[in-house]
């Protein structure tokens, strides 16, 4: 009615056009109607990208592709439609992509844990005598919102796998699946379906050492591992601010009485406490350790002691500043040298833990005929655990093919 009193008024149609936002010949074809326009719903037109919109769904889904590598994957496959086609769909797509809502995933006890790295690019740590950057392990446990830090000085896969340890260590187990991105240390060439990517081999052995399955998640999806990066961002806010350390280990102490703190508070997603969630999350028990090297050799150094796995244990005194072969099954530490077994002791899976037999330092003098007490053996966090009886060929095998 308005523009047909527009009409009336003497407006020409380009003029009630430009009003109304309309095609000039839509504004002649409503002044001259009658009556009000009725419309009609029509079903979709057909259109050359009908057969491939499926597959250009899963490729969005995989990756934020901008319409022209689509239009090329496209063309690889016969698609003879132009790129305007394409432009308008996959713009279509991405709206629809991010407007989706994200559903939180919670998993079940014991099932899934994440890990991520995190850089902190504007501190650094003095490791060796030299300033050294700074990075952090984080891993989450999926059920209970267990969480656990270490600092590290590189992301190399045996520090990946090092810190694995010692987050199984403080769990007390390992779940069945643990989810990473793409990080190099895990796997070395990713497709679009995991089963055909390329795992970086170390780590596929420390893996199936263990049982745990490595699951990728989806390229720039990040939401997929939502707990562990929440907690990133949960370290750098809180953690990190005003923080001062004297060393690595100064660190990574404090870092542990983090974890003991916020794993002691009521979670704000779960409204639990996650050290009370722990007990259900029913993991796999640590049985045994895995060695990154066939046979790891140790420097004994001056206090009888050689360091693995983030723990001390001792050996007989007339072997300091000797080189000596390390190796661990069946929960027990065995030191070789030269092919002989010079000491065993149950493996500890606790953290800095001192672990000394007595009759080690019997041997240690001071000017010739004086003897004199070790102070190492006062303290109270020295266990000695007793070894039972085990058949020690096994290790004497290693040793030897370790030599060959």
Known sequence: MDIRNDRQKGLNYTEIGKKYHLDPRTAKRYALSETKPAYQLSGPKPSILDPYKHQIDQWLEEAPYSAVKILEKLQEQGFQGKYTIVREYVRQKKGDLDEKATVRFETMPGLQGQVDWAFFEDHLVRDGGQLRKLYCFLMVLGFSRMRYI?????????TLIRCHQNAFRYFGGYPEEI?????????????????????NRQFEDFAGFYGFKPVLCRPYRGQTKGKVERTVQYVRKDFMVGIRYTSLDDLNGQAISWCNKVNGKIHATTGKIPFAQLKKERLSPVKREYILDRIN????????LISFAGNQYSVPAEYVGKDVAVVALDNTLAVHYNGKQIATHKLSYQSRDMVVNPGHY???TVKHQFETENTLLRGDNIVDFPIRHIDLSVYDAATEVGHE
Do not use: W
């Open 362 to 364: 019997r041997r240690l």
């Open 179 to 199: 989810l990473y991105d793409n990080m190099k240390q895990v796997v070395v060439k990713r497709l679009l379906k995991q089963e055909d990517s390329e795992m």
């Open 150 to 158: 270490e600092f590290v000085t590189d992301m190399s896969t045996g």
């Open 297 to 304: 050799l140790r420097r004994v150094q001056k206090d009888c």
